[in-house]
């Protein structure tokens, strides 16, 4: 919501908040990625995104957002 909302560092707590309580939920690591990527924060996006792959090889859009966060950081 916060992402969408262009409140990026709202959303990276949000996220960092859910994996707290759940750490191995590759869908909060993705969240957490969109917010760093949103905040321009490449490096940490693709930690993230990379993590949520390892949690869950599964979830496309995190292959798809790392990409694109890779092509957009030249």
Do not use: W
């Not at 949520?52 to 859009?61: E, F, R, S």
């Amino acid at each position: 919501v916060y992402t969408a909302l262009r409140q990026h560092g709202l959303a990276i707590k949000e996220a960092n908040a859910a994996l707290f309580i759940d750490k191995d939920n590759a869908r909060h690591y993705f969240a957490l990625g969109e917010a760093y990527r949103g905040a321009e924060k490449s490096d940490d996006a693709i930690k993230a995104y990379n993590k949520a792959i390892l949690v869950d090889p599964k979830l496309i859009p995190a292959y798809r957002s790392m990409a694109a966060t890779f092509l957009s950081s030249g």
